[in-house]
């Protein structure tokens, strides 16, 4: 009976892993994010804006001085590219 028993609840953990690993890996699959060139469009206008801000805050830097930072940014990026 007691081998019966270990068997039973053996096969059960084994299901239930099964099925954590099942919906672990198609959460993975499913919730990627889409490559959408429209994305990466929207993320460099906020990034821009988001470290001018950060500039202006943090560092001390004037309008002036942020704008002259974010174009020599983009120069080096295309640079690199």
């Not at 919906?23 to 990627?32: D, E, M, P």
């Not at 469009?41 to 202006?56: A, F, G, H, T, Y």
């Amino acid at each position: 009976m007691d081998m019966i028993k270990q068997n039973r609840n053996l096969i059960i953990t084994i299901i239930v892993l099964v099925i954590i690993n099942i919906v672990a890996l198609l959460l993975l699959w499913l919730g990627k994010p889409k490559n959408d060139f429209r994305r990466g469009l929207e993320r460099d206008s906020n990034d821009k804006v988001r470290i001018q801000k950060m500039l202006k805050e943090e560092l001390g830097f004037s309008t002036e001085q942020a704008k002259q930072f974010i174009t020599l940014r983009e120069e080096l990026k295309e640079k690199n590219n």
